[in-house]
């Protein structure tokens, strides 16, 4: 008697599964996921296709928890069946799709993109987690809305093309995701630099009448409690490493102005009252220089000069702050932060110190 080929025999299993209870259903489906997990050797593929249709059958036989744990588990596999895992992946329940669309690393970037421009947000949220989220994803995703670009941004192994980062730039409605993408490193220099020169005003820059805007103000002055309070946080930050330019960035587009003179302060070597020259002083050489001291680069050094009280920074100044800060020597920024023109300025326009050297005068 001719043996039955192994299409006839898998045709005959899934008659008898369309046909058997659903708890035995259940417990086929059980024993096929042992059978794939516990293959490791190279059968693996050749056993996922060919599990692939009963998985199938038995998928639309069997409970949601089932399918549940079954998306779990193949979530872990190199090697799955293929459309069984798409099948899983675009499920309307979200409890079944996410655990694949998170972690499956068998789902393909096109099954992926797909699955991004249709399924539901709790989908998107589970796509735009995962470890690595290729361009095309990355893309279809940003389509459905900005709801999901701030998940995107804020995973450091989402990779964005250069049409994403201007998509992003340019669908931004309330400043958050301009926030976030100048704070992700690996933003391309002209994309921050975009976003900065557009950012939208403080809340109360539309009381200042037209004719008064361009008019310089010299930043609020603060207290000496201010940067009381402030400064052993900074120094706290600083003594675990976390004080960088990506916290110093932060503190300038949220306008922490104590945190901020502080952490300049903290990382250049240079007294407050310095810090507090060169940012409220016209001319924006000193604060350069005083960011150069702080090694900070230049993407941080272009928001703080941008987020600074006062009229916002031409394109004119812009390129020369940039020449400034590529032009200067660290050693030489320090030195003059610390003992130099810069410091003895500062000294020379505080109060306390010209009513000192008057009295030391007399």
């Known amino acids: 008697m001719m043996a039955n080929s192994p299409a006839d025999i898998l045709g005959e299993l899934e008659e008898a599964v369309a046909t058997c209870p659903r708890d035995r259903c259940a417990r086929i489906l059980s024993g ?26 038995l998928t639309e036989r069997v409970e949601a928890s089932a399918l ?16 069984t895992l798409r099948r899983l992946a675009s499920h309307d329940n979200a409890d079944v799709a996410c655990p694949v669309l998170l972690g499956s690393q068998a789902l393909s970037t096109a099954d992926l993109a797909v699955i991004a421009a249709s399924c539901g947000e709790r989908h998107q949220r589970a796509i735009a ?12 995703l940003i389509r459905r809305g900005e709801h999901i670009c701030l998940a995107l941004i804020k995973n450091p192994g989402t990779q964005f093309s250069e049409a994403a980062f201007a998509t992003l730039a340019a669908a931004d409605q309330d400043g958050e995701i301009a926030k976030a993408l100048v704070l992700r490193p690996g933003t391309p220099d ?13 809340p109360n820059a539309s009381a200042v009448p037209p004719a008064q ?3 310089p103000t010299p930043p609020k002055p603060r207290c000496s409690a201010d940067y009381a ?33 502080a952490a300049l302060s903290v ?42 009280s006062g009229a916002r920074l031409s394109f004119a100044q812009r390129e020369r702050a ?9 050693s030489t920024s320090q030195w003059a932060v610390r003992w130099g023109e810069i410091a003895a300025s500062a000294n020379t326009n505080d109060p306390g110190n010209r009513g000192a050297k008057m009295g030391n005068s007399r």
């Open 68 to 83: 549940i744990q079954l998306s779990t588990t193949l979530a872990d596999l190199k090697v799955a069946p293929p459309e």
């Open 267 to 308: 990382l250049s070597g240079a007294p407050i009252e310095i810090v507090e020259h060169v940012m409220s002083d016209d001319d924006c050489e000193g604060l350069v220089m005083a960011c150069r001291a702080a090694r900070l680069n230049w993407a941080t050094t272009l928001a703080i000069l941008s987020n600074r």
């Open 213 to 215: 805007a361009a008019v």
């Open 32 to 57: 096929i996921v042992q059978l794939l997990t516990g293959s490791r050797d190279r059968s693996q593929e050749l056993l996922s296709g060919v599990v692939d249709g009963v998985l199938l059958r």
């Open 190 to 202: 002209l994309i921050v630099r975009k976003l900065l020169s557009t950012a939208p005003a403080k």
């Open 129 to 140: 987690a995962r470890d690595c989220v290729e361009p095309d994803v990355a893309e279809a």
């Open 229 to 261: 309070n402030a400064r052993p946080e900074i120094i706290a930050l600083s003594r675990v490493g976390k004080l960088n330019d990506s916290t110093v960035n932060r503190f300038a587009i949220r306008g922490e102005t104590a945190n901020l003179f």
């Open 322 to 330: 940039q020449l400034i800060f590529e032009m200067l020597l660290l």
